[in-house]
């Protein structure tokens, strides 16, 4: 079965930086794309970035271009997001999801759409102050 457990979440001033840490358990991590989505109060979960299972492949979101780097270590099962330059519009839970489809796997593609990833992450909260 497989596990997520997101971590890495405060709450920062605007312009401050924060490392959002994602650690799987379950089935083999080094063939899973992994997404990361934020969801604020009133609003829809929102895709992030995301990164396929080799690590040569990223995408944002284009309101965290040049903020915000989506890396992965598989050897520690662990995928990072790290975010600088907050905004108090990335005040939101973020989670971390994961795709294990083939077709994904084969491709090496980066899924943006929620609808492609099956498991998620419980989230954690990034609060950043004006």
């Known amino acids: 079965q497989v596990q997520l457990e997101e971590s890495g979440g405060g709450l920062v001033q605007a312009g401050g930086s924060l490392r959002l840490s994602c650690v799987f358990s379950g089935r083999t991590f080094s063939i899973i794309a992994v997404g990361w989505f934020r969801q604020a109060p009133g609003s829809e979960r929102e895709f992030v970035a995301a990164?396929?299972?080799?690590?040569?492949?990223?995408e944002y979101a284009d309101s965290v271009k040049g903020r915000f780097t989506v890396s992965r270590e598989n050897e520690k099962k662990t995928t990072y997001l790290e975010m600088s330059g907050l905004k108090p519009e990335d005040t939101a839970v973020y989670y971390c999801?994961?795709?294990?489809?083939?077709?994904?796997?084969?491709?090496?593609?980066?899924?943006?759409?929620?609808?492609?990833?099956?498991?998620w992450g419980q989230g954690t909260q990034v609060t950043v102050s004006s």
């Open positions: 999801a994961t795709d294990s489809s083939l077709s994904t796997y084969y491709s090496g593609g980066v899924p943006i759409d929620a609808k492609e990833y099956e498991d």
């Open positions: 990164i396929n299972w080799s690590g040569d492949k990223s």
